[in-house]
């Protein structure tokens, strides 16, 4: 009985959707390649998640949620490779985190993306995209 009742909780809590408690936005950092007919790798990292690499094609995004409030400190910084460019930097940190919440609850938007003259961030108060940072030549 004690093991039905923890895999009947293990279920519900697995199958329940994404959702902060009520004092904690939530966060989506979602990132894409918005380059034509180019394939970007991509790996982001916390101190605790690595969320591993990722290749994107022309159009492709993936993202990442969690749950955060002003004193924890999240940090997740992105390495971008294309070709023989390179960048890295922070996609989400105390700053952003101000910037990216607007109210939308759990689902706060952090979107970044991979152009061809550099790496963007997407304003969702202006709605328009806004660059951020250059493409450096690959070092290795
Ligand atoms: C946080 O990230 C943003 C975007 O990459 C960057 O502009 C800012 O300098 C970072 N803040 C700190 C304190 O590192």
């Not at 918005?34 to 998640?49: A, F, R, Y």
Request: a negative charge; hydrophobic letters at 40%.
């Amino acid at each position: 009985m004690k093991n039905f009742f923890f895999i009947f909780l293990t279920l519900y809590v697995s199958s329940t959707t994404f959702a902060c408690i009520i004092w904690t936005p939530g966060f989506i950092v979602k990132i894409q390649n918005l380059i034509p007919n180019s394939i970007i790798q991509v790996h982001c990292k916390s101190k605790d998640d690595d969320i591993g690499d990722k290749w994107l094609t022309y159009n492709e995004e993936f993202h990442f949620k969690f749950c955060e409030n002003e004193l924890s400190g999240t940090l997740f910084f992105c390495h971008w490779y294309w070709d023989s460019k390179e960048q890295v930097f922070d996609v989400f940190n105390n700053t952003m985190q101000f910037i990216c919440n607007i109210e939308y609850g759990d689902n706060n938007p952090c979107n970044w993306a991979a152009k061809n003259d550099g790496l963007y961030f997407y304003d969702f108060t202006k709605k328009v995209w806004g660059k951020q940072y250059e493409w450096k030549p690959r070092s290795i």
